[in-house]
């Protein structure tokens, strides 16, 4: 009986590979900077930590926040004076509309003179005139409002940007310090996502078809995973190998050494 079940063990074996792969953060990436400006703070206590909304790193945002400052006031006194000349282009509008009239009625009056025409006349001109500048003014001044909601805009996420939070995310690494000069592009940080874990194994090329009908062992335990990523596209450093991947719960502890086995049914 125990040679039964020992040749059993061993087709077993000999029907199933053996792979080893670093248990991985679901995704690690790299934050850069989209800012200029100098690092106020950085958190170093925060390594190997979960984020929350408290900022990691600060860089100096002092000017942005008075700039922007400016910019409401700005915005408001625009937005008044724009609805004063809206006011005053209607009170015109009805005036104008009264002018027109007027020398509509005079204007084949025999009794009226030229010299008295000719009055009605250029102060309907007058008022046309006024009418149209002041409509030029209120779309100059919308143009302005414009161009200054966005740079308060520009502003509000220059200062949003100043400030690294990546809430829900580990802190994995710090690339700047207090007191550092960094520019758009620059590398400040390392973030991963530890709500799951990421195996990666490499396949040989018979070993790619059916591969996700297979039953997964990790650390000789049967476990309902299942192969979520698979490229059919050899992998550029393990030549003739197909990189595949599987997402698992997160463990207490990253980068332990996992032995994976893919078995039939």
């Not at 994995?172 to 530890?194: E, M």
Request: hydrophobic residues 35%; without cysteine.
């Amino acid at each position: 009986m125990k040679f039964f079940i020992f040749v059993a063990l061993l087709a077993s074996t000999l029907f199933s590979k053996v792979y080893y792969s670093k248990v991985s953060p679901y995704q690690i990436r790299d934050i850069s900077s989209n800012v200029s400006g100098l690092v106020t703070s950085t958190n170093e206590n925060m390594l190997g930590k979960k984020l929350d909304a408290t900022p990691y790193i600060t860089i100096d945002s002092t000017l942005d926040v008075k700039e922007l400052h400016t910019i409401k006031e700005k915005i408001q006194i625009y937005r008044n004076t724009l609805k004063t000349n809206q006011k005053i282009l209607k009170n015109m509008q009805a005036l104008l509309v009264k002018k027109e009239t007027n020398y509509q009625e005079i204007k084949d009056l025999k009794i009226k003179s030229r010299i008295e025409k000719d009055r009605e006349f250029y102060d309907l001109i007058t008022s046309k005139n006024s009418y149209l500048a002041t409509q030029k003014e209120i779309h100059s001044l919308q143009i302005q409002l414009a161009d200054l909601q966005l740079r308060q805009a520009q502003l509000e996420k220059s200062i949003h940007d100043k400030k690294f939070t990546n809430s829900g995310f580990t802190l994995y690494a710090l690339y700047v310090k207090q007191g550092q000069v960094v520019t758009p592009s620059v590398l400040v940080a390392k973030i991963a996502d530890t709500s799951k874990a990421l195996l990666t194994i490499y396949l040989d090329a018979e070993d790619v078809e059916g591969a996700r009908k297979k039953v997964i062992y990790i650390n000789k335990k049967k476990t309902p995973y299942t192969i979520n990523r698979l490229q059919t596209i050899a992998d550029s450093t393990n030549i003739s190998k197909y990189k595949a991947q599987i997402i698992i719960k997160a463990p207490k502890t990253f980068s332990q050494l996992a032995q994976i086995e893919l078995k039939d049914e």
